[in-house]
């Protein structure tokens, strides 16, 4: 589009600076040589943002900060390991701080608040289960927003699974 600035591939009047086009699946391929990089960057008035980049030396798809603290801050492997904060993760969800303070995983239900049924669960299972449940830490409200003052009794709890399917608490 010669008025605009704007390229398209498959179509004739592209609404941003790069549209791809077609009826059926659209790709976007970038090839490199063997055990180099491909990169894709984020610029924001001329400052790098972030990138995202496929490591040819280790076959690693790795998001990048350009800050004062620049690098990698998360890892895909090729094993389907995720690391944030490590470039080696060893295990399905691999969590490293190299600095002072919490390293903390965060599961939060906002829908519907206040809401005196719903929980937040962290199940933590070592194998399959017929019913889903499995040994875990769970947060939970629960109660009658009629006869609590504060709307909603408020628990945590720690739970092992029986071979008999019951729930003890710890």
Request: without cysteine.
């Amino acid at each position: 589009d010669n008025t605009s600035g704007n390229v398209g591939i498959g179509t004739t009047n592209p609404d941003v600076n790069l549209q791809l086009s077609t009826a059926g699946n659209t790709a976007f391929k970038i090839n490199s040589g063997s055990g180099s990089n491909n990169d894709i960057q984020f610029y924001e008035g001329g400052v790098g943002k972030f990138a995202i980049y496929s490591n040819g030396a280790d076959d690693t798809l790795r998001f990048y900060k350009y800050t004062a603290t620049a690098g990698d801050v998360m890892t895909l492997t090729s094993t389907g390991n995720v690391g944030i904060g490590t470039t080696e993760p060893t295990k399905k969800l691999h969590l490293v701080k190299t600095t002072a303070g919490d390293v903390a995983i965060k599961v939060e239900n906002i829908v519907g608040q206040p809401d005196t049924t719903s929980t937040a669960s962290l199940y933590l299972i070592p194998g399959v289960s017929s019913d889903g449940l499995a040994p875990g830490i769970q947060a939970y409200r629960v109660g009658d927003q009629s006869s609590n003052p504060n709307g909603r009794d408020q628990a945590m709890r720690f739970f092992t699974r029986n071979n008999d399917a019951s729930v003890t608490a710890l």
